[in-house]
């Protein structure tokens, strides 16, 4: 079972930059899509950014001009950069992919990473 493991996070000061990385254990057939959303406390899940294996990007209004989503050419990780960061950008931060295991898969299948925080004090 392939599973994905996050690294990045923590305490980063207002102005700060973050970078998160997010790997993928495992081989599969396709990628369709790889990114990131973040939850704050007593808010829903929202989007943050996404990627597709040939660098189509997309992201929110709240990161615009802030944020750089790249993919490696294994198609394994994806990285979030996150610069000019502010109190509003803490939360906890998780990754997907969207793969497709087996060349005759049904259809994509979404993992997750667990979560990481990150915490910009005001």
């Known amino acids: 079972q392939e599973r994905l493991v996050e690294s990045g996070g923590g305490f980063v000061q207002p102005g700060g930059s973050l970078r998160l990385s997010c790997a993928r254990s495992?081989?599969?057939?396709?990628?369709?899509?790889m990114g990131w959303y973040r939850q704050a406390q007593g808010k829903e899940r929202a989007l943050v950014a996404t990627?597709?294996?040939?660098?189509?990007?997309i992201s929110a209004d709240s990161v615009k001009g802030r944020v750089t989503i790249s993919i490696d050419n294994a198609k394994t990780t994806v990285t979030l950069q996150l610069n000019h960061l502010k109190p509003e950008d803490s939360a906890v931060y998780y990754c997907?992919?969207?793969?497709?295991?087996?060349?005759?898969?049904?259809?994509?299948?979404?993992?997750w990473g667990q979560g990481t925080p990150v915490a910009v004090p005001s």
């Open positions: 997907f992919q969207e793969i497709m295991y087996y060349k005759f898969s049904a259809r994509y299948v979404e993992l």
């Open positions: 495992g081989s599969v057939f396709s990628v369709k899509r």
């Open positions: 990627i597709t294996p040939r660098g189509d990007t």
